[in-house]
């Protein structure tokens, strides 16, 4: 879990709150529109590039786990 978190701190930040103005917060998001837009990108059906690659080969329960984490930091 840890790797996969790190992955996305990568543009998400450690905290899941994004240095880049063009990339969002993640810390407090909803738990279940995170996961739905995991899946869209996994999917293919939400084009974005970076995601797209990023979530290509996550398992169902990885997305659960990592929408979890950044559900559960206070939000920002």
């Given at each position: 879990m840890r790797d996969l978190i790190k992955e996305c701190a990568f543009?998400?930040?450690?905290?899941?709150?994004?240095?880049?103005?063009?990339?969002?917060?993640?810390?407090?998001?909803q738990r279940d529109y995170l996961y739905n837009q995991l899946q869209a990108f996994?999917?293919?059906?939400?084009?974005?590039?970076?995601?797209?690659?990023?979530?290509?080969?996550m398992t169902e329960q990885e997305m659960r786990a990592i929408a979890d984490y950044y559900a559960s930091l206070p939000p920002r």
């Open positions: 543009c998400h930040g450690d905290a899941g709150v994004a240095k880049d103005k063009d990339v969002p917060h993640l810390a407090g998001q996994h999917s293919g059906k939400r084009p974005h590039k970076e995601m797209r690659y990023m979530s290509r080969h």
